[in-house]
């Protein structure tokens, strides 16, 4: 209706999920993926017999799901990580996929949007940058890629 509230939410409330466990407060950002739809013209006959066109989707494509966080001494992103190693015995096909969340909250913790990232497997890992005279703290990214993306709200 015309006459409802609007209601913006600060993206400083939203929680994360990987695999099945809630991870640690230490994430910091996370850069949501983009949605590519590529659309294609059709050409066909349509009632009566006359030439008609249509656009259909025919492929959808998402980027990379990103994360920063703090550095902590748990390791577990690397862990996870580190099963596609070849020195450590694994390869691409080793790493286990697993289903990551993302939720934005409203302020008392509740979600309000919830994104749902399936068969998700880690594609890239940079490590904090060393400055002694920075005072910054240590942060690391991580990127993801998925077998399929699912965004639902609440209400």
Same mark, same amino acid.
């Given at each position: 209706?015309?006459?409802? %509230?609007?209601?913006?939410? %600060? ?7 990987? +695999?099945?466990?809630?991870?640690? $407060? ?6 949501? %993926?983009?949605? @590519?739809?590529?659309? @294609? ?18 492929? /959808? ?13 748990? $390791? ?13 015995? +694994? ?35 940079? +490590? %904090? ?24 709200? /609440?209400?």
């Amino acid at each position: 209706m015309a006459g409802d %509230p609007k209601e913006l939410y %600060p993206v400083e409330y939203w929680r994360l999920n990987v +695999g099945g466990g809630e991870a640690d $407060g230490l994430f910091m950002t996370a850069a949501l %993926p983009n949605l @590519q739809l590529q659309s @294609q013209r059709l050409e066909h006959v349509g009632t009566k017999s006359s030439p008609e066109s249509t656009t259909v989707n025919v492929k /959808a494509q998402w980027s990379q799901l990103s994360l920063t966080r703090g550095v902590d001494k748990k $390791g577990t992103l690397w862990t996870w990580i580190e099963q596609g190693l070849k020195a450590k015995g +694994g390869g691409a096909a080793k790493i286990e996929k697993k289903i990551v969340t993302v939720e934005l909250c409203d302020s008392a913790d509740a979600a309000i949007q919830t994104w749902t990232f399936t068969g998700a497997w880690p594609t890239s890992y940079t +490590g %904090p940058g060393l400055d002694s005279n920075s005072g910054a703290y240590a942060v690391e990214q991580i990127a993801f890629e998925f077998d399929s993306a699912e965004v639902k709200y /609440a209400g």
